[in-house]
């Protein structure tokens, strides 16, 4: 797994674009529900379903707090729960995860 934190959507589709991997393998994080998916539909990502991460992990987000719900997806693609704290805190300052397998 390899996790970039860029700045703004503009960055994240030229940092995806230059990874040239399918679109399958990557995965853009936001800490706004609105912006995530607003960013991943700009920059053609993956969206999260429940083969991603889990039946019963999408269907515990509905009443995890957003923090909880950021830190299951992330470490359903692979990171470990001091990477995804770390995320997270980049998350919070308005920048964005993008996540290839």
Same mark, same amino acid.
């Given at each position: 797994?390899?996790?970039?934190?860029?700045?703004?959507?503009?960055?994240?589709?030229?940092?995806?674009?230059?990874?040239?991997?399918?679109? +399958? /393998?990557?995965?853009?994080? #936001?800490? $706004?529900?609105?912006?995530? @998916?607003? *960013?991943?539909?700009?920059? +053609? /990502?993956?969206?999260?379903? #429940?083969? $991603?991460?889990?039946?019963? @992990?999408? *269907?515990?987000?509905?009443?995890?707090?957003?923090?909880?719900?950021?830190?299951?997806?992330?470490?359903?693609?692979?990171?470990?729960?001091?990477?995804?704290?770390?995320?997270?805190?980049?998350?919070?300052?308005?920048?964005?995860?993008?996540?290839?397998?």
């Amino acid at each position: 797994m390899e996790y970039i934190t860029v700045e703004n959507s503009k960055e994240a589709k030229q940092t995806i674009e230059s990874i040239h991997s399918s679109k +399958d /393998a990557i995965f853009v994080f #936001a800490y $706004d529900p609105e912006r995530s @998916d607003t *960013v991943t539909e700009y920059t +053609d /990502a993956k969206s999260m379903t #429940a083969v $991603d991460q889990g039946i019963l @992990d999408q *269907v515990a987000n509905v009443i995890r707090t957003r923090d909880d719900e950021l830190m299951a997806k992330m470490m359903s693609v692979g990171a470990d729960q001091e990477l995804a704290l770390t995320l997270l805190e980049e998350l919070k300052k308005g920048k964005l995860v993008i996540c290839k397998r």
